[in-house]
């Protein structure tokens, strides 16, 4: 069992910026990948970006060049820092966390919200 808790989310106005925190706890091995996603149409939760436990990032092409994944392997949390953010990034945010190779958690989400 993984609890992955979310912080970081809120109101912003476009061109600004926001990180977003993933922290992950309880019991397992290994956390093989962690990774952002963002609501789209209805239920639909498409990738946004996620890092493996070497390092490895992939980014939506929405997101490529505005927002950076990194991942803090001793605190077990995931961050994504959202630059020059667009009313379009406006989502809830979900976390998601790959461990011991099989088992996938996620997050409570947390809403990001670019607005004027």
């Known amino acids: 069992q993984v609890q992955l808790v979310e912080s970081g989310g809120g109101l912003v106005q476009p061109v600004g910026s926001l990180r977003l925190s993933c922290a992950a706890s309880?019991?397992?091995?290994?956390?093989?990948?962690m990774g952002w996603y963002r609501q789209a149409s209805g239920k639909e939760l498409p990738l946004v970006a996620d890092?493996?436990?070497?390092?490895?990032?992939n980014y939506a092409s929405a997101v490529k060049g505005r927002f950076t994944i990194s991942r803090d392997n001793a605190k077990n949390t995931v961050y994504l820092q959202m630059n020059s953010l667009k009313p379009e990034d406006t989502s809830v945010y979900y976390c998601?966390?790959?461990?011991?190779?099989?088992?996938?958690?996620w997050g409570q989400g947390t809403q990001v919200t670019v607005s004027s």
């Open positions: 890092i493996t436990s070497v390092g490895t990032t």
């Open positions: 998601k966390a790959r461990v011991n190779f099989v088992n996938d958690y």
């Open positions: 309880g019991n397992f091995v290994t956390i093989n990948v």
